[in-house]
């Protein structure tokens, strides 16, 4: 099966500062996916990142909160900017290396203080 | 919109038992549905797949249209079940999986 790095796995940040989270895969994907997991609460779709064009955002997230880069086919960053308490979630990516069957990193667990 | 309801977010069986997962979903166009499940301590990980039409650890999930559901069942509950079970719908056609996910039904297996 596929195998999704991704990275850092946990982190605690000041409020106001910027996190960078990679997605490592170890096949190429046309397409990625951000994740969001609330304390207690199921996965929302941050956006998808296309290799080649700006990613697509899902409503109620914008590039300028959560800018993502997909420099290549296997590669992946989410940031999460200016960063506050309510941002404290984790943040998985998924991609699809063979298809119908996604498959997903460990997750970032990010905290803000 | 495109939306997944799991309407039960703790079940809890005793072993032996049969489990029953719900999982509704509205969505206008042709679903794909996925089960996918989270041990404790592990990554998400996916469980089955209606289009497969298989059985995974004794799981299974019959997509029924009349009834928009895609319900997860086992007949015999064991102990390593326990985990929590996302039912998810795929908005994209072609296995893309850009997924709407139900909030989830953790499954408690008792002795």
């Known amino acids: 099966s596929a195998v999704i790095s991704q990275k850092p796995s946990r982190d605690i940040c000041q409020r106001g500062t910027s996190l960078t989270i990679q997605c490592q895969v170890d096949?190429?994907?046309?397409?990625m996916f951000w994740y969001r997991q609330q304390p207690g609460q199921s996965l929302t779709l941050i956006a998808t990142?296309?290799?080649?064009?700006?990613?697509?955002?899902e409503s109620g997230f914008v590039i300028d909160k959560f800018p993502i880069s997909r420099p290549n086919l296997t590669f992946s960053t989410l940031t999460v900017s200016n960063m506050s308490p309510e941002d404290s979630s984790i943040y998985l990516c998924?991609?699809?290396?063979?298809?119908?069957?996604?498959?997903f990193g460990q997750g970032t667990r990010l905290t803000v203080v | 919109a495109q939306r997944v309801t799991q309407p039960e977010k703790l079940l809890s069986v005793f072993k032996g038992a049969p489990v029953e997962l719900k999982c509704n979903y509205s969505?206008?166009?042709?679903?794909?549905l996925f089960w996918y499940v989270q041990y404790s301590r592990q990554r998400l990980q996916l469980l089955l797949r209606?289009?497969s039409r298989e059985s995974i650890k004794g799981f299974t999930a019959d997509l029924n249209k009349g009834e928009t559901s895609f319900h997860l069942k086992k007949p015999f509950a064991q102990e390593e079940d326990s985990a929590m079970y996302y039912c998810?719908?795929?908005?994209?056609?072609?296995?893309?999986?850009?997924?709407?996910f139900g909030t989830g039904t953790q499954l408690k297996v008792e002795l």
């Open positions: 969505y206008s166009g042709s679903p794909e």
């Open positions: 096949s190429q994907v046309t397409m």
């Open positions: 990142a296309n290799q080649g064009s700006e990613a697509t955002y």
């Open positions: 998810a719908l795929d908005l994209l056609t072609g296995g893309g999986n850009k997924l709407t």
């Open positions: 209606h289009i």
């Open positions: 998924s991609a699809t290396p063979q298809e119908g069957k996604a498959f």
